[in-house]
């Protein structure tokens, strides 16, 4: 590529990104009779580039991600040309503002393949939120046109030790836009923080998004290969004061059945579904209370709107499974729910 493009393509791609990437650090003004908040984040650019064939800056992702330093200060756009990485990456807490750039989701892959009876160098099983083949520590992580796998082989129901990740997301404020996610059991592991996943698209057969996220999924497909049967999310909300859950909006349920829409995982499990369509591959009842004892059905918050589609009917099946006026609905169908204003540029919300 010539200096000239090189330079002009870089630059685009600072200037699409770096509008995603603030913090939360507050300077009040010096006029005591008015405050203004200028929100203060990264300064500068790093611009690596990875790719499989040798023509980048690094062969591999995780080498790339090594390169940035300690305390990073800077937005780090990470472009990964097309190709499958096979590696296990791991984006430590002290590397915040880091983007992820694939050529389109069908184009650039990293897939690993752990499973949770597995066991990691200290001789001990990885369990399932050590398994996932990318695993994001750093707050202000955002990926987009790439695809997260774990190819280790779809259990059926009941079998213990074969969960397996492919991505996990235990940093806040974090952003995906057209990004893929395959995998089985616990496919995307929604841990912690503030998150929002854009047209992205996301597979699995049994609670393949799961955790104690606060994320928005907006105008996403979840797709099921459950054999016998399986569950979209399972959120683990164990408090009433806690302000996490999953907003499910514009999305379209599809795949093979029957699934469970959602499942209990914390006693205040919350799960909202919006304007989604369901295919006919919805069980009967619709969300599940996960272990039957512990009546959950009786604090959880389970709720739909105006959603519709030939499995829509069936997400309304039990009685503790909300159907939301607007004015409940609303905070769930917005950015703010995940704080979005101040780090989610309007033009990718």
Request: hydrophobic share 35%; proline share 4%; net charge neutral.
């Given at each position: 590529?010539?200096?000239?493009?090189?330079f002009?393509?870089?630059?685009?791609?600072?200037?699409?990104?770096?509008?995603?990437?603030?913090?939360?650090?507050?300077?009040?003004?010096?006029n005591?009779?008015?405050?203004?908040?200028?929100?203060?984040?990264?300064?500068?650019?790093?611009?690596?580039?990875?790719?499989?064939?040798?023509?980048?800056?690094?062969?591999?992702?995780?080498?790339?991600?090594?390169?940035?330093?300690?305390?990073?200060?800077?937005?780090?756009?990470?472009?990964?040309?097309?190709?499958?990485?096979?590696?296990k990456?791991?984006?430590?807490?002290?590397?915040?503002?880091?983007?992820?750039?694939?050529?389109?989701?069908?184009?650039?892959?990293i897939?690993?393949?752990?499973?949770?009876?597995?066991?990691?160098?200290?001789?001990?099983?990885?369990?399932?939120?050590?398994?996932?083949?990318?695993?994001?520590?750093?707050?202000?992580?955002?990926?987009?046109?790439?695809s997260?796998?774990?190819?280790?082989?779809?259990?059926?129901p009941?079998?213990?030790?074969?969960q397996?990740?492919?991505?996990?997301?235990?940093?806040?404020?974090?952003?995906?836009?057209?990004?893929?996610?395959?995998?089985?059991?616990?496919?995307?592991?929604?841990?912690?923080?503030?998150?929002?996943?854009?047209?992205?698209?996301?597979?699995?057969?049994?609670?393949?998004?799961?955790g104690?996220?606060?994320?928005?999924?907006?105008?996403?497909?979840?797709?099921?290969?459950?054999?016998?049967?399986?569950?979209?999310?399972?959120?683990?909300?164990?408090?009433?004061?806690?302000?996490?859950?999953?907003?499910?909006?514009?999305?379209?349920?599809?795949?093979?059945?029957?699934?469970?829409?959602?499942?209990?995982?914390?006693?205040?499990?919350?799960?909202v579904?919006?304007?989604t369509?369901?295919?006919?591959?919805?069980?009967?009842?619709?969300?599940?209370?996960?272990?039957?004892?512990?009546?959950?059905n009786?604090t959880?918050f389970?709720?739909?709107?105006?959603?519709?589609?030939?499995?829509?009917?069936?997400?309304?099946?039990?009685?503790?499974?909300?159907?939301l006026?607007?004015?409940?609905?609303?905070?769930?169908?917005?950015?703010?729910?995940?704080?979005?204003?101040?780090?989610?540029?309007?033009?990718?919300?």
């Amino acid at each position: 590529m010539a200096p000239f493009t090189s330079f002009f393509s870089i630059l685009t791609l600072f200037l699409c990104y770096a509008p995603l990437k603030y913090s939360a650090t507050i300077i009040p003004s010096t006029n005591s009779t008015k405050r203004h908040h200028k929100w203060v984040g990264p300064s500068g650019h790093l611009f690596i580039t990875v790719d499989a064939r040798g023509t980048g800056d690094f062969l591999s992702v995780q080498a790339a991600v090594d390169a940035v330093p300690d305390n990073n200060t800077k937005n780090v756009l990470i472009k990964i040309n097309a190709g499958c990485y096979v590696e296990k990456v791991v984006v430590p807490v002290t590397k915040p503002y880091i983007t992820f750039q694939g050529d389109g989701r069908d184009e650039t892959m990293i897939e690993w393949h752990d499973r949770a009876s597995d066991r990691g160098t200290n001789g001990q099983q990885l369990r399932t939120y050590r398994t996932a083949s990318v695993i994001v520590f750093a707050n202000y992580f955002s990926a987009r046109n790439i695809s997260f796998k774990n190819t280790a082989p779809a259990p059926m129901p009941g079998m213990q030790g074969w969960q397996a990740a492919a991505f996990r997301i235990s940093g806040d404020k974090a952003y995906f836009s057209g990004c893929g996610f395959y995998g089985a059991q616990d496919t995307l592991c929604d841990d912690a923080g503030r998150h929002y996943f854009k047209e992205c698209y996301i597979e699995g057969s049994i609670d393949f998004i799961f955790g104690n996220g606060r994320s928005m999924y907006k105008d996403c497909e979840l797709h099921s290969i459950a054999t016998r049967f399986g569950s979209i999310a399972a959120q683990d909300r164990n408090s009433p004061d806690e302000k996490t859950g999953f907003a499910f909006v514009g999305c379209k349920v599809t795949g093979r059945g029957p699934l469970y829409v959602g499942r209990a995982m914390g006693q205040f499990s919350r799960i909202v579904y919006s304007y989604t369509y369901f295919d006919d591959v919805v069980a009967h009842g619709g969300w599940d209370d996960w272990d039957h004892t512990s009546n959950k059905n009786k604090t959880v918050f389970f709720g739909v709107y105006k959603c519709w589609g030939p499995g829509a009917e069936a997400v309304r099946g039990v009685t503790w499974a909300r159907e939301l006026d607007f004015e409940t609905a609303h905070p769930f169908l917005v950015k703010s729910f995940v704080n979005g204003r101040h780090w989610i540029a309007p033009s990718d919300a």
